[in-house]
């Protein structure tokens, strides 16, 4: 799925429109994602909303100024303290990662040799990981949804939100960011 997303200079500042790309409504409920931005709405997280249409996807926002997070602008304990504050929260919402992976699966019929012995790996611990506690994540954690402005965090799209184990923000944050196995594991533990 690919957002095509528009920067537009308007009466009301700087903008960003988001059109989703094609076949977008199989990944994501855009009334699941209205629920989720009005439930982190307090915490100031996120751009502002100016429309959502949940029947196309189509979203105005407000341009949120700053730099995408890197490996030289932004400390674990930031990240963890951003976390830890929507962590708090809870949806009434699933995310669902193995019910997803079918649901996905069944759109692709050329997954390669790699992708099923990686889910093969996964699906070992599948006992283990859906006995976790769950709270709300963002579930697409990854730095390009990041916006490091002058006074804060932001974490935009919340288009995959929904409660989830914890350390699955941790990781998929992680795992773009270039971050190796002492990096991820150090960020758990501060979290915890």
Excluded at 26 to 43: A, G, M, N, P, Q
Excluded at 62 to 79: F, H, M, P, S
Excluded at 165 to 172: A, H, I, N, S, T
């Amino acid at each position: 799925m690919s957002n095509y997303n528009y920067k537009v200079d308007s009466e009301l500042g700087l903008l960003v429109v988001r059109v989703p790309g094609e076949n977008a409504d199989k990944f994501v409920s855009r009334k699941k994602e209205l629920y989720h931005i009005s439930l982190i709405e307090d915490l100031k997280i996120n751009q502002e909303i100016i429309y959502l249409d949940v029947e196309s996807g189509i979203k105005i926002s407000k341009y949120v100024e700053g730099q995408l997070i890197n490996a030289t602008n932004l400390e674990n304990l930031e990240l963890i303290k951003l976390f830890k504050n929507y962590h708090s929260l809870l949806s009434t919402f699933d995310y669902h990662p193995f019910l997803r992976i079918e649901e996905f699966e069944s759109y692709c019929d050329n997954q390669s040799e790699e992708y099923f012995e990686l889910k093969e790996k996964l699906l070992y611990y599948k006992d283990y990981l859906q006995s976790q506690d769950k709270v709300f994540c963002h579930n697409d954690s990854q730095p390009f949804n990041m916006i490091l402005g002058s006074d804060q965090i932001y974490l935009l799209d919340w288009e995959y939100a929904g409660n989830n184990d914890p350390v699955y923000d941790l990781v998929c944050f992680s795992e773009d960011y270039g971050a190796d196995n002492e990096n991820i594991y150090t960020s758990a533990m501060i979290y915890s």
